[in-house]
């Protein structure tokens, strides 16, 4: 290695050293059991399912999740065996990770507007990737990124005081991008947080690297952009899923639709008249994930 490459290895620790600093909540043991077991030349189902269901609220979160038309099986899952069969160990590690992550949050009472909003989108974007089918993407990662492409957000909130406002001014910002806003007044930005835990929790690179690039339209274009081709779908599903809750609910109203929408419906292949005759069946999945 020489002085250069060594000398950005020193500085991107001492980076990543000072944003753990920021408080990300730590992996949940049962992530690392089912990752070990994973790791077996034959895993065993039949443990991971005893794992999970030492532990209530984990083993109906998983039934109700696996059961979610997000998901997208056919029937509905009525037990923590029958949804580790259904799904699969690494479909299941991700759900469990998504079902643990406002667990992560002490108080989390305190955003409830927040996880509400995340898990419409989440919802909203399982039930897109079924719908249009963009290449190599399935159900499990649009929804699991759905419920962690903003969990950074949350954690700036609870560590530095003044985060409240700037979140409001990148959400009313049409022009700026918004983590170009947010590290006007700020250190960091919730895609860097984000995208630490993500790795942190052990999520698919793809996932991770997404998260990291969700507000940056330029890692959206063919062409212009080195991100992989599933992290950009998976970031036009969500931003996609975000719009149409904007649209039929009002809610979880940003600026991004303006600056990243004409990037994202290109590639999930479908256009604006496409979009608007779902709306229908949008507000049923919303519906169905109050």
Same mark, same amino acid.
């Given at each position: #290695?020489?002085?250069?490459?060594?000398?950005?290895?020193?500085?991107?620790?001492?980076?990543?050293?000072?944003?753990?600093?920021?408080?990300? @909540?730590?992996?949940?043991?049962?992530?690392? !059991?089912?990752?070990?077991?994973?790791?077996?030349?034959?895993?065993?189902?039949?443990?991971?399912?005893?794992?999970?269901?030492?532990?209530?609220?984990?083993?109906?979160?998983?039934?109700?999740?696996?059961?979610? @038309?997000?998901?997208?099986?056919?029937? !509905?899952?009525?037990?923590?065996?029958?949804?580790?069969?259904?799904?699969?160990?690494?479909?299941?590690?991700?759900?469990?990770?998504?079902?643990?992550?406002?667990?992560?949050?002490?108080?989390?009472?305190?955003?409830?507007?927040?996880?509400?909003?995340?898990?419409?989108?989440?919802?909203?974007?399982?039930?897109?990737?079924?719908?249009?089918?963009?290449?190599?993407?399935?159900?499990?990662?649009?929804?699991?990124?759905?419920?962690? !492409?903003?969990?950074?957000?949350?954690?700036?909130?609870? !560590?530095?005081?003044?985060?409240?406002?700037?979140?409001?001014?990148?959400?009313?910002?049409?022009?700026?991008?918004?983590?170009?806003?947010?590290?006007?007044?700020?250190?960091?930005?919730?895609?860097?947080?984000?995208?630490? #835990?993500?790795?942190?929790?052990?999520?698919?690179?793809?996932?991770?690297?997404?998260?990291?690039?969700?507000?940056?339209?330029?890692?959206?274009?063919?062409?212009?952009?080195?991100? @992989?081709?599933?992290?950009?779908?998976?970031?036009?599903?969500?931003?996609?899923?975000?719009?149409?809750?904007?649209?039929?609910?009002?809610?979880?109203?940003?600026?991004?639709?303006?600056?990243?929408?004409?990037?994202?419906?290109?590639?999930?292949?479908?256009?604006?008249?496409?979009?608007?005759? #779902?709306?229908?069946?949008?507000?049923?999945?919303?519906?169905?994930?109050?």
């Amino acid at each position: #290695m020489d002085a250069g490459s060594a000398g950005r290895v020193a500085v991107e620790t001492a980076l990543e050293a000072n944003l753990r600093a920021i408080d990300i @909540p730590p992996r949940p043991l049962i992530i690392d !059991r089912i990752g070990s077991e994973m790791l077996q030349e034959n895993p065993c189902l039949r443990r991971v399912g005893q794992l999970i269901s030492a532990d209530v609220g984990l083993a109906a979160g998983l039934i109700k999740t696996a059961s979610s @038309p997000s998901f997208g099986l056919r029937a !509905r899952v009525r037990s923590v065996a029958e949804a580790l069969m259904l799904l699969g160990l690494e479909v299941t590690s991700r759900a469990v990770a998504a079902i643990s992550l406002r667990r992560a949050f002490p108080n989390s009472g305190h955003y409830v507007r927040f996880w509400d909003a995340s898990a419409r989108i989440a919802a909203l974007s399982g039930w897109l990737a079924q719908e249009v089918k963009p290449p190599g993407l399935n159900a499990a990662e649009a929804y699991t990124f759905g419920l962690f !492409r903003d969990c950074g957000i949350v954690i700036l909130l609870r !560590r530095l005081p003044t985060y409240g406002q700037t979140l409001a001014r990148a959400n009313g910002d049409a022009e700026r991008s918004f983590t170009v806003v947010e590290r006007a007044d700020q250190p960091t930005d919730h895609a860097v947080i984000g995208a630490l #835990m993500a790795v942190d929790w052990w999520l698919p690179d793809d996932i991770c690297q997404a998260i990291r690039h969700h507000h940056d339209r330029a890692a959206l274009v063919p062409g212009e952009s080195e991100l @992989p081709a599933l992290s950009r779908r998976l970031i036009a599903v969500s931003q996609t899923a975000e719009h149409l809750l904007q649209e039929l609910r009002g809610a979880s109203r940003t600026q991004e639709w303006a600056k990243l929408g004409g990037a994202c419906l290109p590639l999930l292949g479908i256009d604006e008249d496409h979009l608007r005759r #779902m709306h229908a069946a949008a507000t049923a999945i919303i519906d169905a994930a109050d």
